[in-house]
Structures are given as structure tokens and as C-alpha cells.
């Protein structure tokens, strides 16, 4: 499985588990079980989008690029941009 079609899975995966909306694939690396990538997603959109509220989840995958387990990292407006790990 290539890196453009893992990522698309992942952002996939984690609409259908928390119900939100993938925006940014902040990290990805390649771990001894699988991958570990770190993806923002949309918690609350508002008007203006510099006020949207987005979550960090750092998301562990097998080698098929499923979800074996993740944990929102942190919270952000857009406007202040987030750095995680």
C-alpha cells in the first residue's frame, strides 16, 4: 500500500469513528507495527474558518493502514495554527 492511498484510508477511518472532518496530515512516519501519523481534524467549524476549533489525533496503523488505535493530542484554533510532536 503506497503513502497517498494510507493517508486517504486514514482520514477515511477517522471521519467514520469521531464524525468530524480530516483537514491536515500534520506527520507521518513508519513504526515497527505499522505507521503512526498525526492528523488535525475540524471539531467546530465558524464563521470566519480563522476561528474554526481543530483537534491533533495521533493515530497508531497496522502495515494495511488500519486503525489499531488513536488519542486526540490536542486542541487549536486555526487562526493559532498547532505544532504536536
Known sequence: MD?????AQTK?????????S???VARFDREEEGWCIAIDM???????R????????EVKLDE????LRWKRTGRF????GGETG
Open 12 to 20: 477515511r477511518q477517522m471521519a467514520a469513528i469521531t464524525g468530524l
Open 50 to 57: 480563522t476561528n474554526d476549533l481543530l483537534a491533533s489525533f
Open 77 to 80: 484554533l486555526r487562526s493559532q
Open 22 to 24: 480530516p483537514e491536515t
Open 42 to 48: 475540524v471539531e467546530h467549524r465558524a464563521i470566519p
Open 3 to 7: 503513502l497517498t492511498a494510507i493517508v
Open 64 to 67: 494495511q493502514g488500519n486503525v
